[in-house]
């Protein structure tokens, strides 16, 4: 329940990102920030959330977060978008006011779906642990 919760979080975080950004200052129809919204999210939840975020910290989730939704973006923004704008730089705003809000939105995926785990596996197995000790003089 906590992953859909996040999921919808996510979508309406995306979404407002996109119409603030592509709907006003660009033009941009609903329907076509709906569609990329639709495809971005759950994209970026498995990848950038899940994934990279469960096993590195946040300034790295966000860089890959920023990567995915300029691209993905770019790449469905070109096929769906039918206004004459340049493309790129509506992709590349908008993945950078995205990061921004995944940047607080891995916080709360981290303290809700996460729920406290470990997020670096390698250390539970204690056969790689080191043991230290003071040496002595013989």
């Given at each position: 329940?906590?992953h859909?919760?996040?999921l919808i979080?996510?979508?309406?975080?995306?979404?407002?990102?996109l119409?603030?950004?592509?709907?006003?200052?660009?033009?941009?129809?609903?329907?076509?920030?709906?569609?990329?919204?639709?495809?971005?999210?759950?994209l970026?939840?498995?990848?950038?959330?899940?994934?990279?975020?469960?096993?590195?910290?946040?300034?790295?989730?966000?860089?890959?977060?920023?990567?995915?939704?300029?691209?993905?973006?770019?790449?469905?923004?070109?096929?769906?978008?039918?206004?004459?704008?340049?493309?790129?730089?509506?992709?590349?705003?908008?993945?950078?006011?995205?990061?921004?809000?995944?940047?607080?939105?891995?916080?709360?995926?981290?303290?809700?779906?996460?729920?406290?785990?470990?997020?670096?596996?390698?250390?539970?197995?204690?056969?790689?642990?080191?043991e230290?000790?003071?040496?002595?003089?013989?």
């Amino acid at each position: 329940m906590e992953h859909v919760k996040a999921l919808i979080i996510k979508f309406i975080m995306v979404t407002a990102v996109l119409w603030v950004i592509l709907g006003l200052f660009f033009g941009v129809d609903f329907g076509e920030i709906i569609t990329i919204s639709v495809i971005l999210t759950p994209l970026a939840y498995v990848i950038g959330d899940l994934l990279v975020l469960r096993y590195f910290n946040n300034m790295i989730a966000t860089i890959a977060d920023f990567g995915l939704s300029f691209i993905t973006i770019w790449l469905i923004g070109a096929a769906v978008i039918n206004e004459p704008i340049s493309v790129a730089t509506a992709s590349l705003i908008s993945a950078l006011a995205i990061s921004v809000g995944e940047w607080f939105y891995h916080s709360y995926v981290n303290a809700q779906v996460f729920d406290g785990q470990n997020k670096d596996n390698r250390t539970l197995n204690e056969s790689f642990s080191t043991e230290f000790a003071e040496e002595t003089d013989v």
